[in-house]
């Protein structure tokens, strides 16, 4: 499990109660984090809005289920290998033109790598999609990983 409460961002424990508890609910009201934390609901506001000043939320959000919402039955990461690293923000560009990405990362590795979450609804759409992106000048090579289960950690009660 994840220590949610040690940092070394200057937070305190106020703080870290509340993105606990919007981490958990973000719709949960500053009344009810107030009265969980024996302080009144303007102080939740002040420190949310400092929260999100800092940079510690970057936003409020719902997760869905893109099988659900959307009829995505397929998702995968891939790892995409470059020929050098020179254009590789063009890249990025041309990969969020292209319907079924859904995110892309920098990561450690190789500097002229890029790795993408993509859905897909089914087979023909996912071969669809693979084709597109490899399409894409200076992509030497793809592999993917098939996502069979997404477990999302979020903060423990008590955490």
């Known amino acids: 499990m994840m ?61 869905v289920d893109p099988r659900i919402c ?25 990969l969020e033109k292209i319907n079924g990405v859904f995110k892309t990362f920098i990561t450690t590795g190789s500097p002229s790598q890029i790795t993408a979450q993509i859905f897909a609804k089914d087979l023909p759409d996912y071969s669809r999609l693979m084709s597109q992106i490899s399409q894409i000048e200076d992509i030497t090579d793809i592999s993917s990983l098939m996502i069979l289960n997404e477990i999302h950690i979020t903060p423990q009660d008590g955490a």
Do not use: Q
């Open 3 to 63: 220590d949610w409460t040690s940092n070394n961002s200057g937070l305190d424990d106020l703080d870290n109660e509340i993105l606990h508890n919007l981490m958990h609910d973000s719709r949960i009201s500053y009344l009810d984090i107030a009265n969980k934390n024996g302080v009144t609901s303007a102080t939740i506001k002040n420190r949310v809005e400092k929260l999100k000043n800092l940079g510690a939320i970057k936003s409020f959000s719902i997760t």
């Open 70 to 94: 959307f009829g995505y039955n397929i998702s995968a990461l891939l790892n995409i290998k470059l020929s050098s690293s020179k254009n590789i923000s063009e890249i990025y560009k041309e």
